[in-house]
């Protein structure tokens, strides 16, 4: 699994993404800080990267359509400090990383995972 983490996602967190095989890195790697959020998406597209972020601007599909998204992770902690933040990640990440994340958000909050998948029919 290929993670990318937002500007807004403590840059500590990547070494705790990429365990295993996995790799992790920073908009901050690919001088993306600062850059619009659209950018940020198309690098992740681009690239094949889940986008992790605190911001819920990725969180509206018609913004930023699931479909050619490898996935976006929503991270929801009680508050946005990066112990909470850790602890959201800690709980959620063995979840995600069994799960196939293309094309669908992730809404990461304590204790739960939810998941929007467009593709579902309802």
Request: hydrophobic share 40%; with cysteine.
């Amino acid at each position: 699994m290929k993670l990318k983490l937002d500007e807004n996602i403590d840059r500590r967190l990547a070494q705790l993404c990429a365990e295993g095989e996995d790799e992790a890195d920073t908009v901050f790697d690919e001088e993306l800080s600062g850059k619009s959020d659209e950018a940020i998406d198309e690098a992740c597209v681009e690239h094949g990267k889940t986008l992790i972020t605190l911001d819920l601007d990725f969180s509206n599909p018609l913004r930023f359509p699931l479909g050619p998204t490898v996935g976006i992770i929503v991270v929801r902690p009680p508050r946005p400090v990066l112990r909470q933040i850790r602890a959201v990640l800690v709980a959620a990440l063995p979840e995600l990383k069994s799960r196939v994340l293309a094309g669908k958000l992730w809404i990461a909050e304590p204790g739960r995972i939810r998941v929007y998948d467009p593709g579902e029919s309802r």
